[in-house]
């Protein structure tokens, strides 16, 4: 079992930065990708951005050029910076772990993941 806890969402303003963190603690197993998704109210959970365990990255359109997935594996904690946030990525955050991810990066969008964390609030005004 796998329990992942994120923190770090909070209220800013159009172009400015946030970090999330998502904290793994349990069994995690190397080669898992780590993802990151979003929620947005009255729309469909979407993938942000994801990480296999040896740093090979994968980013969603909306995203890319604006933020950065990474991970410490010392500390079984993967990190997403966002910076020039715009009012369109508000949503509720979500890490993921997917422990038998596919081969090809484009296709962590859609896999799979086994284990979820609860959440937290990124809310950027204009």
């Known amino acids: 079992q796998v329990q992942l806890v994120e923190s770090g969402g909070g209220l800013v303003q159009a172009g400015g930065s946030l970090r999330l963190s998502c904290a793994a603690s349990?069994?995690?197993?190397?080669?898992?990708?780590m993802g990151w998704f979003r929620q947005a109210p009255g729309k469909e959970r979407e993938f942000v951005a994801g990480?296999?365990?040896?740093?090979?990255?994968y980013y969603s359109d909306s995203v890319k050029g604006r933020f950065t997935i990474s991970r410490d594996n010392a500390k079984n904690t993967v990190y997403l910076q966002m910076n020039d946030l715009k009012p369109e990525d508000t949503a509720v955050y979500y890490c993921?772990?997917?422990?038998?991810?596919?081969?090809?990066?484009?296709?962590?969008?859609?896999?799979?993941?086994?284990?979820w964390g609860q959440g937290t609030q990124v809310t950027v005004s204009s």
């Open positions: 993921a772990a997917d422990q038998n991810p596919p081969v090809f990066a484009s296709s962590w969008r859609t896999a799979k993941y086994d284990y």
């Open positions: 349990g069994r995690t197993f190397s080669n898992n990708v």
């Open positions: 990480i296999r365990w040896i740093g090979n990255t």
